[in-house]
């Protein structure tokens, strides 16, 4: 079982750029996958983007390729999510989700 903890979201004028980080503790699989999604107010939880724990294989929704960038970092064991050219319709709570497990969230807010 893993325990997953968000963090870095905030508020970011349309166009700028935040990086959102999941400390992942517990035991992983190197074939686990690590996942992004977020919810929008009045909106179902929708994928983002996902990373296999072995840092190698990586897909995006299509909403967000070119914009988002999923990585993992080893000496911080968290899994990154960078976004750039942010849009107010990235306005969501983004939480990290592995094993079954998901972690409490973390708001984004982008103004137009």
């Known amino acids: 079982q893993v325990q997953l903890a968000e963090s870095g979201g905030g508020f970011v004028q349309s166009g700028g750029s935040l990086r959102l980080s999941c400390a992942v503790t517990?035991?992983?699989?190197?074939?686990?996958?690590l996942s992004w999604f977020r919810q929008a107010p009045g909106k179902e939880r929708e994928f983002v983007a996902a990373?296999?724990?072995?840092?190698?294989?990586?897909r995006y929704a299509d909403s967000v390729k070119g914009r988002f960038t999923i990585s993992r970092d080893n000496t911080k064991n968290t899994i990154d999510l960078q976004k750039n050219s942010l849009k107010p319709e990235d306005t969501a709570v983004y939480y990290c989700?592995?094993?079954?497990?998901w972690g409490q969230g973390t708001q984004v807010t982008v103004s137009s």
């Open positions: 990373i296999r724990w072995i840092g190698i294989h990586t």
């Open positions: 517990g035991r992983t699989s190197s074939f686990d996958d």
């Open positions: 989700n592995m094993q079954r497990t």
